[in-house]
DNA sequence: AAGATAAACGAATATTCGTTCTTTTAAAAA
DNA sequence: TTTTTAAAAGAACGAATATTCGTTTATCTT
């Protein structure tokens, strides 16, 4: 029997968060992805059940990198200062590794599509809370509702991020997130949780 | 000569605002939508050239509201934690007496539509712009570039908003946003800030 | 080398899309 | 009341949509 050329469902998958990120969800017909991918249309058919097949596996596979990548080098037991700062450099690093996916997953958040689905759980894990709760523990930093944490730990990180992933100017030229601004604003939040 | 019911105007909007939150953009078709506002197709184009244009002007009508509920009550030469706390409220209500809008307005802001449009200078309006430049000057908030500025003062509000808009649930029960909440986050972002 | 099997293809399917055409209707102007 | 004019309707348009069908092709097994 012929063998699956791996290779094309790499295609099919790179191609079409490319376009979903250029053009967005109503941008991604079948047609489109399957000339892009230098393919058949019914070839898709093979790795992929249905359009929304594909953009549930897109968004998991997308979801499966950046879990990856933000845990990397991250231990539950770090105290609360290097611990967090790692995240934030994990997740600016990804964002920088895998824009397209970064700009998918953004898209995909903040469509309706996610909301018949039940996928949002999955999306703090069980390590962050782990790993709060020793800090909170050894007094590193305030005890807080895990909503009001996040939304001060991650909240400036990500509207600076998504400054950065747009080019938005605030005033004149564009901006561009450098290394010394995002400290700078690490060293704000830790004084906003300090116990 | 017969008159325009203006009635319908708003009806197509409310129906194409309703459908894109439930469905997202390419849930919105003319012929659904006529049903829905319950016209025919053709009435649409009186009113709107387009879906594109009818898209545009679902955006700026959003964004119209948005800005004049947003600055109810604000002054630019306000002290920095009065005035920080009314955009503050001020948002946090809008939220609530238009949640479609803002829902909405969170989907097309993350959609590559508004790429190809320029939108997005309007979005942080110069009264604010001033605003922060006299309660710097007066000593009572940090010196930072407005990016990061922005995303220390509005980062958190608006990770706990889509938290509460989402009824995302980072252990349990689902998050419902309080006023106690809202005021706590607050306080944690002006100690941040502090100079 | 021959046969088997699934990958891959490209054309064809029915449906839905945005938009326009033609006709009817209602209200303002005469 | 008659005329005029644009609003509103609904059927119709071609183009594009997701998916499937029948056939061909490549590679593994025998």
Redesign the interface.
């Known amino acids: 029997m012929r063998a699956k050329d791996e290779n094309k469902e790499a295609a099919i998958r790179e191609q079409a968060i490319a376009m979903i990120?250029?053009?967005?969800?109503?941008?991604l017909s079948m047609q489109k992805l399957a000339k892009a991918a230098e393919l058949s249309p019914s070839t898709i058919y093979i790795y992929y059940d249905s359009r929304e097949d594909l953009l549930n596996k897109l968004f998991f596979y997308v979801e499966e990198v950046f879990n990856r990548e933000t845990l990397k080098g991250f231990d539950a037991r770090m105290h609360f200062e290097e611990g967090l700062w790692i995240q934030w450099k994990n997740r600016y690093r990804y964002s920088k590794e895998y824009p397209l996916y970064f700009l998918f997953a953004?898209?995909f958040?903040?469509?309706?599509?996610i909301?018949h689905k039940d996928i949002?759980?999955n999306?703090?894990r069980s390590a962050m809370?782990e790993f709060v709760y020793h800090a909170v523990q050894r007094g590193e930093v305030?005890d807080?509702?895990?909503?009001?944490f996040?939304?001060?730990a991650?909240?400036?990180?990500?509207?600076?991020l998504k400054?950065h992933m747009?080019q938005?100017?605030?005033?004149g030229k564009p901006?561009a997130l450098t290394d010394h601004?995002l400290k700078?604003?690490f060293r704000?939040?830790l004084?906003?949780?300090e116990p």
């Open positions: 990120v250029a053009e967005g969800f109503h941008g953004e898209q958040r903040n469509s309706p599509l909301r949002r759980e999306r703090f809370q305030a807080l509702t895990p909503e009001v996040w939304a001060m991650y909240g400036p990180f990500y509207t600076l400054f747009d938005s100017s605030m005033s901006f601004k700078q604003a704000l939040v004084k906003a949780l």
